[in-house]
C-alpha cells in the first residue's frame, strides 16, 4: 500500500473551518484516497472518498490535488464532536485485498469550544 | 449499511488464558477483518476472516496465537490464546464488501487487559 504523512495533530475553534492535510506522494493512477474517523473510545467510521475531483458529502469536503500527490479534509464548521483521530488512507480497488484498510498514525483533531 | 455487534466490549484475563471474541453482523457481508489497536496507538490488521476457508494473517501474526473461525457471512470470532500482558489491546472487528471502494464498517471494539 503506498504511504501517507499526515500531521500528528491540530488543533481547531468550534464553529471554524478545519483543514486536514494529507501527502501521499508516491500515490498510483487507480489508487482511491480515502479518510476514516475514530472519535474516542469508537470504532473508526467512514468521512468520504476519491479518485481525482473534489467531492461533498454530508460530513465534509475532500480537495483533491491536481497531481493528486496530496489531499485536504475539510470540515467546513467543526463542531466539539468532530474531536477525533482522522486517518487517510489510499486504496487499490484493483489489487487483491483492496477491502483492506491499513492505517497509517492519522492526525488528532482537538477542537476548542 | 451494516452494524456491527461485538462481544465482550471489554474483558480483564489472567495471563496465560485465552479469550474469545465474536463479531456478528445484522447483514451478509463478504469480507471480515479483524484489527488490534494497542493504547496510544493505530490500528494493526491482525488478518482477514475468510468463510469456509483458513483466515489470511498478517505479517507478525500467526494462527496459533490468534485462530480465527468464520462459519457464515454474518458472524466471525477471534481468539487470543495464551494471554500475556503485551497482549492487552482494544481488537475491532470491520466488515465490508467488495465492490469498487465501498466504505469499510467498524465494532466498537473489544478493550482486553491481561494481568
Known amino acids: 500500500d503506498a504511504k501517507t504523512t499526515q500531521p500528528n495533530s491540530m488543533e481547531s475553534n468550534e464553529e471554524e473551518p478545519v483543514h486536514l492535510p494529507c501527502n501521499h506522494s508516491?500515490?498510483?493512477?487507480?489508487?482511491?484516497i480515502h479518510w476514516y474517523r475514530q472519535l474516542p473510545s469508537q470504532g473508526p467510521e467512514y468521512v468520504i472518498h476519491g479518485l481525482t475531483s473534489n467531492v461533498n458529502n454530508r460530513m465534509a469536503s475532500l480537495a483533491i490535488a491536481e497531481d493528486r500527490k496530496s489531499s485536504t479534509l475539510i470540515l467546513h464548521r467543526a463542531t466539539l464532536r468532530d474531536a477525533a483521530v482522522y486517518y487517510c488512507i489510499l486504496r487499490d480497488p484493483r489489487m487483491g485485498g483492496s477491502e483492506k484498510l491499513v492505517f497509517g498514525k492519522g492526525t488528532k483533531l482537538t477542537v476548542n469550544p | 449499511s451494516a452494524v456491527i455487534s461485538q462481544k465482550p466490549s471489554r474483558d480483564i484475563c489472567q495471563r496465560g488464558t485465552s479469550l474469545t471474541i465474536q463479531c456478528q453482523v445484522d447483514s451478509q457481508v463478504t469480507m471480515m477483518f479483524w484489527y488490534r489497536q494497542q493504547p496510544g496507538q493505530s490500528l494493526t490488521l491482525i488478518a482477514t476472516?475468510?468463510?469456509?476457508?483458513?483466515?489470511?494473517?498478517e505479517s507478525g501474526f500467526v494462527i496459533d496465537k490468534f485462530p480465527i473461525s468464520r462459519p457464515n457471512l454474518t458472524f466471525s470470532t477471534l481468539t487470543v490464546s495464551n494471554m500475556s500482558p503485551e497482549d492487552s489491546s482494544i481488537y475491532l472487528c470491520?466488515?465490508?464488501?467488495?465492490?469498487?471502494?465501498?466504505?469499510?464498517?467498524f465494532g466498537q471494539g473489544t478493550r482486553l487487559t491481561v494481568v
Open positions: 476472516a475468510n468463510q469456509g476457508s483458513e483466515a489470511t494473517y
Open positions: 508516491t500515490i498510483s493512477g487507480t489508487d482511491y
Open positions: 470491520s466488515v465490508g464488501k467488495t465492490g469498487l471502494n465501498t466504505e469499510a464498517f
